[in-house]
């Protein structure tokens, strides 16, 4: 199964589309996508709204690939589990955010060997049955359960001596 | 020593559970934009409020009281958020209320802070960004959320 999830912020229309028309050239691989406003009929993937953040997990857990938007939570969920994920970031000038941080946030991201991006649905489609094509390795996460223990640190040893 | 810890759902909430360990021992109070998150901080008090963004100026200020409300009556010694505006309004709060003030900026802010980090900037105690080429004098840099 393949699960694509945008957030509950605002719709992101042209991931759906691409996955929709992705979709029918998988085998009769499960597409799930999570994405609301979505302003069309899809034909060949199952779109939900909302998610329960425990329902996500199940979900994340059982996806073999997860696509996307450069939203945090999805990011970091893909990350702990070790699952294979592609980001494609939100544009603003296509009016799927206010601003173009999705993509310097990715960009950065990427260059720190995070994640890998696909800045169109072209580099996407691509990308996509690359990794479908990779051997499955076994899953094994890529962070830890918590943020770099220096942050911690800092943040703890400044409420302790104030 | 009691924390508030302030963080809307997705993203911003995430981020702010990698940090738990900073708080071990803590009692910990959490405030979020959906009331499914209580879930994911068991055993903790926990209060649910609107979301809004910064673009809403009436619900801003409503949540603003809401806030105000909870920080005033949990009287934490430090309230800390991870994001977005409602976490922004619960330091405001904190700040009138003469409690110290944590803002640490979303990792997703990678080319410069985030309007409420601007914001919160001018009056927290302290202030992280999750990018060292962010860092600047009142602007720590000391990791980030997912390593």
Redesign the interface.
């Known amino acids: 199964m393949i699960f694509v999830t945008t957030g509950t912020q605002a719709p992101f229309n042209r991931l759906v589309k691409v996955m929709d028309a992705l979709a029918a050239e998988l085998n009769g691989e499960e597409v799930i996508v999570q994405a609301s406003g979505v302003n069309f009929e899809t034909k060949n993937v199952k779109v939900v709204g909302f998610i329960h953040p425990v329902e996500y997990n199940r979900i994340i857990n059982e996806a073999r690939l997860i696509i996307s938007h450069a939203g945090m939570g999805s990011i970091v969920s893909a990350l702990t589990k070790g699952k294979k994920i592609i980001v494609i970031p939100r544009k603003a000038e296509l009016g799927e955010h206010r601003d173009n941080h999705q993509i310097d946030s990715a960009k950065k991201m990427e260059a720190l060997g995070y994640v890998p991006v696909a800045y169109d649905e072209e580099q996407l489609k691509s990308k996509i049955i690359t990794m479908l094509m990779q051997e499955e390795k076994t899953e094994s996460a890529l962070i830890g359960e918590f943020a770099s223990s220096s942050l911690v640190n800092s943040i703890r040893g400044f409420m302790l001596s104030s | 020593?009691k924390?508030l810890a302030v963080a809307s759902?997705?993203?911003?909430?995430?981020?702010l559970l990698?940090?738990?360990?900073?708080?071990s021992g803590?009692e910990m109070v959490y405030v979020s934009t959906d009331p499914?998150?209580a879930?994911?901080v068991e055993g903790n008090k926990f209060y649910s409020i609107p979301d809004a963004n910064r673009w809403n100026k009436f619900k801003l200020i409503r949540i603003f009281m809401i806030v105000f409300k909870i920080v005033y009556k949990e009287r934490p010694?430090?309230v800390?958020s991870t994001g977005a505006a409602p976490g922004l309004m619960a330091l405001m709060a904190g700040k009138i209320l003469g409690i110290?003030t944590?803002w640490?900026d979303?990792?997703?802010?990678?080319?410069k802070l985030?309007l409420s980090g601007k914001i919160a900037l001018r009056f927290v105690?302290?202030l992280?960004t999750?990018?060292p080429d962010l860092s600047g004098p009142k602007i720590?840099y000391?990791?980030?959320?997912?390593?």
């Open positions: 020593m924390v759902k997705g993203g911003h909430w995430v981020e990698r940090l738990l360990p900073a708080f803590m499914n998150l879930s994911t010694k430090f800390i110290k944590i640490i979303s990792i997703a802010s990678a080319e985030s105690d302290r992280y999750q990018w720590i000391a990791g980030n959320i997912l390593l």
